[in-house]
């Protein structure tokens, strides 16, 4: 059977609460569950979980993630430089909330 939830009134757009969001990624996220069955469950698009999932990481962190790879193999018998050290500048207008 197909459900239907008929939406009235000026709002379409449903609005979870944060407990709400917690415990759908906590489902999703869940040993031996799938995305795409609890957002079914949910009711919610798979792609909604991902975006709270990315925003949760980046307001908990507050760190961009990074992966560093060498781009070629590096011989056993070059003495080891010292660690390079990066830094990075970011503007103050960059460092404000999601939207």
Known sequence: ?????LLTGPERRRRWSEEDQCRILAA??????????VARQYDV??????K????????ETGFAEVV??????VAASVPAAPPA???????ARCV????
């Open 52 to 59: 709270w999932r990315r925003t949760l990481r980046a307001r």
């Open 28 to 37: 999703a996220f869940a040993p031996l569950s799938t995305v795409a069955a």
């Open 85 to 91: 050290v990066i830094e990075l500048e970011i503007p």
């Open 45 to 50: 698009a798979t792609s909604l979980i991902y």
């Open 68 to 73: 560093v790879v060498p781009d070629e193999p």
């Open 96 to 99: 404000c909330g999601f939207r």
């Open 1 to 5: 059977m197909s459900h239907v939830t």
